[in-house]
């Protein structure tokens, strides 16, 4: 009997750690550290508001009638393809950098299954211009799934 429990406890799958990183609304680029590892999955957390007038927003930034009020404004945004207040994320990968939104990163991690963390660093941020940092607030937390 303690030979199957010992045999199944081995054939059991790794337990999963997170590695989790805040990303602050009244801050440009941040950036985290991510080890080398399996990653199962990535998830996010948290709201945060390019203005304080308007509802706080998560990863995919401001909809709605917040939206319909954001499209009036002229001010630069890093990736104007994103909503304002969207999460963005940048890294390197074969020498290129790339920058999308978080959906798309998602997605595309989602979609791969388990995967092989090798890139080292992650930045993120909130889609809006340097200039436009100082009334924003909320924070975002990014986690990867690692698997022990």
Known sequence: MRALALTALLASPALAADVCH???????????TVP????????SSGFW??????????TQGH?????TVLATRTDPRPFSDARFGALLV?????????????TRFHGAVSQSGVF????????FRINEGDAELADNDGTLTVCFEYLD
């Not at 990303?23 to 440009?28: D, F, L, P, T, V």
């Open 90 to 102: 940048r890294f390197e990968a074969a020498g290129q950098a790339q920058v999308m939104d978080w």
């Open 63 to 67: 909809g709605g009638p917040d939206a």
């Open 36 to 43: 080398a590892g399996q990653v199962q999955g990535v998830r």
């Open 49 to 58: 508001s390019v203005d304080p007038a308007l509802t706080p927003a998560g």
């Open 116 to 123: 092989n963390m090798n890139v080292g660093q992650i930045a």
């Open 22 to 32: 805040d990303i602050n609304a009244g801050a440009g680029w941040q950036v985290m």
